[in-house]
């Protein structure tokens, strides 16, 4: 709120006036703003941690051998490289975010992806961040194929992937 005083023409004080405004709409964007900023965070911390755990593991192993096998490395390199484009990936989808809350619409990649083979790529790539998780698709059938935007199921598949790992920490299987 905010006042003030009412004057006459010689100066002297004849009233006040206040204005009162409801900030309730601006309060719920502010908290919308927080929750948008702590799942951004959640989704970019992912990509993160699988490239400082492929790192990581990369590390012990030539620790522990002075040298690791060519093909371990490559693999691991694959992973870091694909991880930062998901990390871009990400990126993007924050983008859209923004732009849906500015009232424009966004559009999907849809285009024919194999659900099944979306689902191998993305535990292929968290199961060379971790040592103590065996992480498997188990599917049939064998390949399910369907007109998905394959970036934003892939983020799906690796937030749920993450938190299994995350939530079970002394490892094991992962279906």
Sequence with gaps: SSSG???DPSGAAVGAVTVFQDISAIKALDREKDEFLASASHDLRNPLGIIKGTAQMLSRRLTRNSSIEPE????????????VTQMVALID???????LRM????ML???PTDLVALARETVELMQAAT???ILRVESEPNQVVGDWDADRLRRVLNNLLSNAVKYSPGGGDVL
């Design 72 to 83: 371990r490395l490559s693999a691991g390199l694959k992973t870091i490289d694909a991880t």
């Design 103 to 106: 009232g424009q619409d966004i």
């Design 5 to 7: 005083a009412l004057l």
């Design 93 to 99: 989808q924050l983008l859209d975010v923004a732009r």
């Design 109 to 111: 990649d849809c285009r």
């Design 131 to 133: 040592e103590r998780h």
